[in-house]
C-alpha cells in the first residue's frame, strides 16, 4: 500500500499523520495561526509529493433534509445541485446524499443536504497544499466517516446515537437506519448524559425521534474511561446506553498500530479507517484536486510501462528459446541433408552416365506434358463435330481441312545463291505451334451435304441452320456459313428442283461452314 499523508484539522489546530505499511505516525501539530500555515509549508515540502487526505471536525457543520422528486440521472443530479446551492450559497464544501425513498405518497427521493458552513478554516490549509503541490485526494466529514466504523462493529438499530471524544471536542452522530441524519459537536468538557438528554430532545423537536422511541447510545470511550462511564450513563425508558472501549472498537477494524504504540483514540480510528477504505471525497474540490490527478496518471503510466517491460520481456525470453529451438533444428536438418546427398552421390557413382542433365530432362517431360494437352491437334475440333452429327443424322461430311492458326509462324524456304542439292535452310519452329504457353486457335473448313428433303429448300436450309447452331453452342467456338446450298439472293432466279444435280454432276445441297476456335 502506498504511502498517504493524513491531515485531522479542528477549529483551533491541523494533525498530520503519515501513514506507512498500516501503521500511523505522528502527529505533528500546526495551530490555525499564520506561523502554523507557515510551519506546514515547511513540512509538506520536507515530505515530498505523497498523496493527502484532510478531515474536518468542525462546529461549523449544518445538515438538512429534504424530499425532492425521484429523477433518474443528469436531470436528478442538476435538480440536487440546484437545491444544495440554495440551500448553501456561501461555502463550496457541500454535497447531497440520497438516503433512500419515501414510503408515503409519490414516493419522493429522502436528501440530505450538508457542508461546512464556514470554508474559511479550510481555505488555508488546502491553499497550502496546492501551493506546495502536494496531491490532495479528498476532503472529509468525520460525520459521514463514523458510518465505516459502525458498519465494522456491525450495529444497527433503528435510532442511534453514536457518541465519540475526538480532538475537535464531544461528537454526537445520529443514524436512522444506518444512515446518518443529524451530528453536533460539543467544544470544551461536557457531560455525556446531559448532552445526551439535550440531543435526543432536538431530534424529537425535528420528528426525527418520536417520543415513545427508543434511541440506543453508543459511547466509544478510552479503556481507562469505561467504569466511570458506566457509573454515570444510566438507562431510562427512552435511552440506552452501550459503552465500547476504544481497544475492542480498535480490534473490529482490523490491526489498528501507532508508530509509538499508544492506545487508540476515536481520531485514530477515524484515520484508520479512511486510510484502509479510501472512499471519494465527501465534498468536491473544484480545481484543488488536480495534482492529485496528476499523480493517478503518472501511477498509471509507471504500471503500464512496468506492465509493458515485464511482456517485452517475456516476449524476449520466447523469442530466445524459440530461436534456440530454431537454431537446433537447423543443425538436425543440415545433418540429415549432407547424409542424403552422400547416400545420393553413392548410388548415382554406380550408375551409367546419364544422356543429358537431369535438369534438362526433366524440362523435357514437363514440355512434352505440355505438348499433349495443349498442342495443336485436332482431335478436339473432331469430337466436335461428330458430337453435332450425332445430332444431325441427315447431315454428311464430304471434306474437312484444319489447320492451327500460329501468329508470325515462318514458312520453310530455300537459301538464295545456294548451290544446287544444298539441303534447305528450315525456320525454327514456334513454341506457340505446339501449345507454349497456351494453345493456339484452330480452324476447321467444313464441307458437307444435305440428305434429307432434297426437294424442299425450307427444309434443307433448316437443317444447315441447326446444324450450326449445334456447332456454335460449344463456348469459344464461332461458326460462319462460307456458301450455301444455294443461292439464296433476291435477284437470283431459282430453278430446277431441290436435290437435283446441275451440269458436272455437283450436287446443289452442298454447303460450307468455317469453324474457329479459341482454347
Known sequence: MF???????????????????????????????????????????????????????????????ALLPHVRGRAGHLLRARRLAQQYRDTPLRTALVQGRSSAGRRDDVVLFTALTNPALVAPWVDALELMRTPLAGVYSTTLLSRLVLERLNVRRPHLLLVTRQSGGLRQTYFRDGVVKFSRLVQGPAAIPAE????????????????????????LAPDAEVDDLMACCTDTATTLYRIVPLGEAARALGTVRTADGAAPTADVLLLHALAKNTPASHYPLADKDRYYRLWRMRLSLFASSAVLTVAGLAWTVANLAGYGIATGNTDALRSETAHYRSAYGASMA????????????????????????????????????????????QIRITQLEWRASVPGAATTTTAIGTAAGAPAVVAPVSSLALGIPKAPPQTLRLQAEVLAGQQDYRAVLESMNAFARQLAATPRVTVEIAELPFDVRSNVKLSGSAGGTVAGGEDRNKFTLDLVWTP
Open 3 to 65: 504511502p498517504k499523508q493524513l491531515f485531522y484539522l479542528t477549529s483551533d489546530q491541523l494533525q498530520a499523520w503519515q501513514w506507512r505499511d498500516g501503521t500511523l505516525a505522528g502527529p505533528d501539530v500546526f495551530p490555525a495561526t499564520r506561523a502554523g500555515v507557515d510551519d506546514f509549508l515547511d513540512y509538506l515540502d520536507a515530505q515530498g509529493p505523497r498523496p493527502a487526505w484532510l478531515v474536518a471536525d468542525l462546529i461549523e457543520e449544518d445538515f438538512a433534509r
Open 196 to 219: 445526551t438528554a439535550r440531543t435526543q430532545q432536538f431530534l424529537t423537536s425535528v420528528h426525527l425521534l418520536e417520543r415513545a422511541d427508543v434511541l440506543q447510545v453508543m459511547v
Open 350 to 393: 554406380n550408375m551409367p552416365p546419364a544422356l543429358d542433365r537431369t535438369v534438362n530432362m526433366k524440362a523435357a517431360v514437363q514440355i512434352d506434358r505440355l505438348v499433349a494437352q495443349q498442342g495443336p491437334w485436332p482431335t478436339r475440333m473432331m469430337a466436335l463435330v461428330s458430337a453435332a452429327l450425332e445430332q444431325s443424322p
